[in-house]
């Protein structure tokens, strides 16, 4: 438990059946729209979910969540096998709560448990400067081939060197829609 600059504890949870509707809200508050919202609630029914974690004050109980993030299935097809790995999206905390580490926290705590899934990597499409601090890597992420292009797609290896070398096609849930 921290207090991540709140002034208030924080707990970074797995997420659970019951805030389904808290973590819809959070999402959509965060983005202005519904897709991440919806995108979560096809991840959870496809089953894709492999990492989903919320920051919840600790006090009191009925605070609205601060922070959301998921990690969900990722194949890597290449080089003559399947990797398993995980697609990072959507990360999001409430405006009050952000540049507190906030969201660094839940996103360092479900790379962790992806790393003791057995994962291989973890991809990103998202802000550069913003996941370098992770380990994320455009370099690491110019040998798969996904309809992401360009520095904001980013890889990050779990297990060293899984990713040299490679040229892999990625398959990710389909609740992305993004067929394969």
């Known amino acids: 438990m921290k207090a991540f600059g709140t002034g208030f504890p924080t707990t970074i949870r797995e997420a659970q059946p019951r805030d389904g509707a808290e973590v819809h809200a959070l999402l959509r508050e965060c983005f202005g729209h519904e897709y991440e919202a919806q995108l979560v609630a096809r991840l959870r029914a496809e089953r894709a979910m492999l990492v989903e974690l919320v920051a919840a004050r600790s006090a009191p ?25 995980a697609a990072l999206a959507p990360l999001a905390v409430r405006p009050e709560a952000r540049r507190r580490g906030l969201g660094a926290s839940l996103v360092e705590d479900g790379i962790e448990r992806c790393r003791r899934l057995g994962l291989v990597a973890v991809v990103v499409l998202g802000d550069p400067a913003y996941y370098a601090r ?5 370099a690491l992420a110019q040998g798969l081939d996904a309809p992401f292009h360009g520095d904001a797609f980013q890889a990050l290896e779990l297990a060293p060197g899984a990713l040299a070398g490679i040229h892999g096609r990625l398959r990710y849930a389909g609740a992305f829609g993004l067929g394969g």
């Open 134 to 138: 992770f380990g994320f890597s455009a």
């Open 61 to 85: 109980p009925s605070a609205p969540l601060l922070g959301h993030v998921a990690f969900s299935t990722l194949a890597i097809e290449g080089n003559g096998g399947t990797l398993r790995a």
